[in-house]
């Protein structure tokens, strides 16, 4: 059976980072793609990076790159979202979500989300 699920979130300050986890089972990650997505409220899913499963490769959303970097750890079935420089308009539930091909918009499973709040 396939699950994802992220950890991680919380409240952080304006200029603070924090690091997401996405811990996997039922699956391996050289076998999948994974994307991390973000809803913030009234707002619609956007994406925030994806790590291939072949090569690991990394690809980011252009409003998070330079800030974010998305990383796997095979062994600990586990890949994260390092983000740094954390604005208020980063504020949202963060989503990890897996897929054999790609990166999309409807991949094929979904975690259930661990919530970013950035405010002072």
């Known amino acids: 059976q396939v699950q994802l699920v992220e950890s991680g979130g919380g409240l952080v300050q304006p200029g603070g980072s924090l690091r997401l986890s996405c811990v996997v089972s039922?699956?391996?990650?050289?076998?999948?793609?994974i994307g991390w997505f973000r809803q913030a409220p009234g707002k619609e899913r956007e994406g925030v990076s994806c790590i291939t499963g072949s090569d690991g490769s990394t690809f980011y959303s252009s409003s998070m790159k330079g800030r974010f970097t998305t990383s796997r750890d095979n062994a600990k079935n586990t890949v994260y979202l390092q983000m740094n420089s954390l604005e208020p308009e980063d504020t949202a539930v963060y989503y990890c979500?897996?897929?054999?091909?790609?990166?999309?918009?409807?991949?094929?499973?979904w975690g259930k989300g661990t919530l970013v709040t950035v405010s002072s």
């Open positions: 039922g699956f391996t990650l050289d076998d999948y793609a």
């Open positions: 979500a897996a897929d054999k091909i790609s990166c999309h918009r409807n991949m094929a499973y």
